[in-house]
């Protein structure tokens, strides 16, 4: 700046200098994070919603408008309880919107983890499943200012548990021996047939290889190995053998492995 005489003549100048190396630094590093927050934000694989504590949507990413199969339109100030969602809980029971993780990690100040629902907005199509998420996010007096809502689309995974489970019903109303098992060849599961049969309960065999705890002194050993040989390399294979039951008992058994990619 000048300095000036009694005269007010300028006869100097003082300069005057701050380092703000730092706070430069500071700046650059934030504006970095901050996009590749924005990158991260974007590009994740699941859906992202961030509320504020009306519960009104600031922000998201494309894969919730994906998921939710909503307009973007929709999504700018949408609140969550602006639109009517039928929902349900896994065992059927029918929730409204002050159930779902936002309103519940708002109320309780919570993150809420793994809250699996189905949801639809029209009652003619199938429900979407989702596993979702909320963390509450507060200011400097504790209070909620912010919930991010993410949630991953389960629909397929969903449907093939339900056909399982299906699948399973069937084979426990069947009268043959159901087993399956694992790559090793180990038996995982068997159905109630097995206890009427032979006279052992699932978890007696669960762990062993079919044919061990049946193997008896006229059973033949090639074709038992020869079933486990089928089960390692899952090959197709058929035969009968002589075995014995859970009490010594003779008895003939068919094998037949249905290998299941």
Request: hydrophobic share 40%; aromatic share 10%; charged share 30%.
């Amino acid at each position: 700046r000048p300095v000036f005489d009694h005269n007010k003549k300028m006869y100097a100048s003082v300069a005057s200098f701050t380092d703000i190396t730092e706070r430069v630094t500071t700046e650059a590093a934030l504006k970095a994070s901050e996009e590749k927050f924005r990158t991260l934000f974007k590009n994740l694989p699941i859906g992202v919603l961030l509320y504020d504590k009306d519960f009104i949507v600031q922000e998201w990413n494309p894969q919730a408008i994906e998921i939710l199969d909503m307009d973007e339109n929709i999504l700018k100030n949408y609140k969550m309880n602006s639109i009517k969602w039928d929902a349900i809980t896994e065992d059927g029971k029918i929730i409204n919107t002050e159930q779902f993780p936002p309103f519940i990690a708002f109320k309780h100040k919570k993150t809420v983890t793994d809250f699996i629902m189905g949801v639809r907005r029209n009652p003619a199509k199938d429900y979407l499943w989702i596993k979702a998420s909320a963390t509450p996010m507060f200011n400097d007096m504790g209070e909620v200012i912010q919930i991010i809502s993410t949630f991953e689309d389960i629909s397929e995974s969903k449907r093939a548990e339900n056909e399982i489970k299906k699948l399973a019903n069937i084979a426990e109303r069947t009268a043959d021996i159901i087993l399956t098992c694992d790559e090793d060849g180990n038996v995982t599961w068997a159905n109630s047939a097995l206890t009427k049969v032979l006279g052992y309960i699932p978890e007696e065999v669960i762990g062993y290889k079919p044919g061990e705890r049946t193997s008896g002194e006229e059973t033949d050993p090639n074709i038992i190995k020869a079933l486990h040989e089928a089960l390692k390399e899952h090959l197709m294979f058929n035969a009968t053998v002589k075995a014995v039951t859970k009490t010594k008992k003779q008895c003939w058994i068919n094998y037949e492995v249905t290998p299941i990619n």
